[in-house]
């Protein structure tokens, strides 16, 4: 059983490399076809599970909001076993959310991806979208709760960019409070 399970594993990655090589040339429809593909051949493998959360991501390329959400919910189900994979699915729904206008839930699952990231960087990335989102329905006080817990000097240009805006955002409303 145990050389069965691992000859699975082997030939589940191999068939995700390829489906990811499509997706990277920008073969969308290809990919999508061979992750689902994969998915129903290798149930439990970890390569179905990266197969699924990059399934998602190739939906959301396409806008399919609905299939993109299918997923992230699938991998966090399903597969979700380490926490930037969780936080990055995570992050997702907040897209999709935020992509359907429902600030509110976008912001939720943002912060949530950020709480679960064993990582700065996107964790950071994650608080960021929740910010936004929560300054969307002007929900100030959880927007400067988050803005407090990043640390503007560890920033990248972009970051730093759009961090700063947030903060004068939240600025503003407090001043209108």
């Known amino acids: 059983m145990i050389r069965s399970k691992n000859k699975a594993n082997r030939e589940a990655a191999g068939e995700l490399g390829i489906a990811q090589m499509a997706l990277t040339v920008g073969d969308v429809d290809n990919a999508i076809v061979q992750f689902e593909a ?3 051949r290798n149930p439990g493998t970890k390569s179905a599970g990266m197969a ?3 399934l998602a991501s190739a939906y959301m390329s396409k806008d399919d909001y609905e299939n993109g959400e299918l997923n992230y919910r ?3 189900d399903d597969y979700g ?3 930037m994979f969780i936080a990055a699915a995570y992050n997702g729904l907040g897209v999709c959310y935020e992509k359907k206008e429902d600030f509110q839930k ?3 699952y943002f912060k949530k991806g950020g709480d679960e990231s064993p990582y700065e960087f996107l964790k950071t990335e994650c608080y960021i979208n929740a910010i936004r989102n929560y300054l969307e ?3 100030t006080a959880k927007a400067e709760a988050l803005l ?3 640390d503007p000097d560890n920033l990248d240009y972009k970051m730093k960019s759009e961090y700063d805006v947030l903060a004068a955002k939240v600025a503003v409303l407090k001043e209108l409070i």
């Open 148 to 150: 407090k817990q990043i």
């Open 137 to 139: 329905i002007k929900n």
């Open 52 to 54: 699924t959360l990059m």
């Open 74 to 76: 699938k991998y966090i």
């Open 81 to 83: 076993h380490e926490a």
């Open 38 to 40: 994969l998915i129903d």
């Open 106 to 108: 976008a912001a939720d």
